[in-house]
């Protein structure tokens, strides 16, 4: 459905996206994860059309976004992070001014809009001012605007930013409703939103593509390794003939005391071998105190830091495989500025 290939993008020295391929798959929510800076808003503007990219090609549905624009941006529906709204227009007013820009008009525009409001829940709202919504509701207005065409992909960058918690639920729900009839690509740095919505994630760090898989897949592949915390209500010395027996069902056996009354033992083990059930065995057998026997697992937060090394979207000095540049001699187009002046193209042709 969507086919990213060595997709580079600079602003003067700075390399925003770094050769960046993936693919996405229709009938899909997939999230799309960064810390602030990786490049998830540039390499989604790229998607949309919204931007030129420095190099490398992205089709959407078998349409190249440049040398058929149109074509591919009729299949795709886009809330950047910031809405693009209207303040003194009223929803119903807004989504009738996007929808005619997408081409709709008569009983197909009318039923559209009525739709999207539906959807979003909006209806109650329809002939407010932008202005005076909530954020939450501009959220919604912003979506309903992504929803009209029908388009088949739908992209959320960043959609629940500044949202309350309930807000942030109501949204969530709304995603998880748009991903029984669309493919959607939701940009975020929330793991625990992607943890909720998401069937697939693709992870960016320093303007590459580190990571590309399902939730499931992500966590069996960085969590074989995990460790079981043993609490005892005694001194260390009570502890050392247990600790023997437990290190040879463990990997590898730590030991630590808070105080005289309080002795902790960590078990590192391969997750595809549960070895909880023989170190209860052991702990009853001993009689010791057992207060806590806790698993710790890595969270889809563990992997992600794994993977991003902590980046904080600095510019780290290595470059990106090089690929051919977009120049007026590849494609017959004018070249585009390398510092971003002149690449923007309109969201509507």
């Given at each position: ?8 993008k ?23 994860l ?15 059309g ?7 090609t ?8 440049y ?45 559209q ?20 919504l ?21 992209i959320?960058?960043?959609?629940t ?6 807000q ?28 909720e ?34 609490q ?11 600790a ?21 033992l ?19 057998k ?64």
């Amino acid at each position: 459905m969507i086919e990213v290939r060595n997709l580079v993008k600079n602003y003067g020295p700075h390399k925003a996206v770094r050769g960046i391929s993936f693919t996405v798959e229709p009938g899909k929510i997939y999230g799309f994860l960064g810390p602030n800076g990786a490049g998830k808003s540039t390499t989604m503007n790229i998607i949309t059309g919204t931007l030129a990219a420095t190099s490398g090609t992205v089709t959407v549905n078998g349409h190249d976004v440049y040398a058929e624009p149109l074509a591919a941006k009729r299949c795709i529906g886009y809330l950047p992070e910031i809405p693009p709204l209207y303040p003194d227009m009223t929803p119903e007013e807004y989504l009738t001014f996007v929808g005619r820009a997408k081409g709709l008009s008569g009983a197909a525009l009318a039923g559209q809009i009525e739709t999207a409001l539906e959807r979003t829940g909006t209806g109650a709202v329809r002939r407010r001012l932008i202005k005076n919504l909530s954020k939450g509701y501009k959220q919604r207005v912003g979506i309903a605007q992504a929803m009209l065409g029908d388009p088949e992909i739908i992209i959320l960058d960043e959609p629940t930013v500044g949202l309350d918690p309930l807000q942030i639920i109501e949204i969530r729900d709304l995603i998880k409703s748009l991903g029984k009839t669309h493919t959607v690509i939701l940009s975020s740095h929330i793991l625990s939103e992607v943890s909720e919505v998401c069937d697939r994630v693709i992870i960016i760090a320093h303007g590459r593509v580190v990571a590309s898989d399902s939730l499931d897949a992500l966590r069996e592949r960085y969590t074989s390794e995990c460790t079981l915390e043993l609490q005892f209500a005694c001194p260390e010395e009570e502890t050392k003939e247990l600790a023997a027996v437990l290190s040879r069902l463990a990997d590898s056996l730590t030991e630590t005391t808070e105080d005289a009354k309080l002795t902790k033992l960590f078990l590192s083990y391969n997750g595809k071998r549960d070895i909880r059930s023989a170190v209860y065995a052991e702990v009853k057998k001993s009689g010791l105190p057992l207060l806590a026997m806790i698993p710790h697992v890595k969270t889809l937060e563990d992997i992600f830091l794994d993977l991003t090394g902590g980046e904080n979207g600095e510019e780290d000095g290595t470059a990106a495989p090089a690929a051919p540049e977009r120049t007026e001699e590849t494609t017959g187009e004018p070249e585009k500025d390398k510092d971003g002046g002149d690449d923007y193209k309109p969201l509507f042709g």
